[in-house]
T-cell receptor
Framework: AQSVAQPEDQVNVAEGNPLTVKCTYSVSGNPYLFWYVQYPNRGLQFLLKYITGDNLVKGSYGFEAEFNKSQTSFHLKKPSALVSDSALYFCAVRDIGGAGSYQLTFGKGTKLSVIP | GAVVSQHPSWVICKSGTSVKIECRSLDFQATTMFWYRQFPKQSLMLMATSNEGSKATYEQGVEKDKFLINHASLTLSTLTVTSAHPEDSSFYIC????????????FGPGTRLLVL
């Protein structure tokens, strides 16, 4: 079975400072990893994904994430936070070749608040 | 690219009535569509997976006779909440994947259902 952990319910960061939103995962095979962002009363917007290749993945709005196989982590990062980055962030994993392999398993979400 | 729409965005109905929610992929053919339910301040709960022209696969605990899913074309899936009750009030989100190998899920903006 696959699972995702986002250990922080909330992350607060000052505008202009770097931000990190943590994610660890567990799969039996190889993972596809995703980050999505959700603004209030909206659906999820795709930010970035790791499939294979370079461990550092760059995505939308200046976000990036680093895949670390040994630590089974996929933390989301941004060098300089904006107030408009304040939202709910979800990490998700898909276990390639596992049962129900089309399905994503989501973390519980991390609320990011960027303080002006 | 990869835009998914949902209609309506908001619906209020009386207990006992049925409500239909549409999910459309606007610029790609969606081989698979997913329906999720999200409770306040919680993650997404997968309700069912549907492939075009096939019966939907429901997750454990989801009543298929209550939540009717139709995926009649490669760009449209519908979720009908039959005989809605106040406990069905929730935020319903659909997602769709196309033919790309990684099958990234792209999400609709969600539908807020309130059953009085």
């Amino acid at each position: 079975a696959q699972s995702v952990a986002q250990p922080e319910d909330q992350v607060n960061v000052a505008e202009g400072n770097p931000l990190t939103v943590k994610c660890t995962y567990s799969v039996s095979g190889n993972p596809y990893l995703f980050w999505y962002v959700q603004y209030p009363n909206r659906g999820l917007q795709f930010l970035l994904k790791y499939i294979t290749g370079d461990n550092l993945v760059k995505g939308s709005y200046g976000f990036e994430a680093e895949f670390n196989k040994s630590q089974t982590s996929f933390h989301l990062k941004k060098p300089s936070a904006l107030v408009s980055d304040s939202a709910l962030y979800f990490c998700a994993v898909r276990d390639i070749g596992g049962a129900g392999s089309y399905q994503l398993t989501f973390g519980k979400g991390t609320k990011l608040s960027v303080i002006p | 690219g990869a835009v998914v729409s949902q209609h309506p965005s908001w619906v209020i109905c009386k207990s006992g009535t049925s409500v239909k929610i549409e999910c459309r992929s606007l610029d790609f053919q969606a081989t698979t569509m997913f329906w999720y339910r999200q409770f306040p301040k919680q993650s997404l709960m997968l309700m069912a997976t549907s492939n075009e022209g096939s019966k939907a696969t429901y997750e454990q605990g989801v009543e298929k006779d209550k939540f009717l899913i139709n995926h009649a074309s490669l760009t449209l899936s519908t979720l009908t909440v039959t005989s809605a009750h106040p406990e069905d009030s929730s935020f319903y989100i659909c997602s769709a994947t196309g033919v790309e190998a990684t099958q990234t899920q792209y999400f609709g903006p969600g539908t807020r259902l309130l059953v009085l």
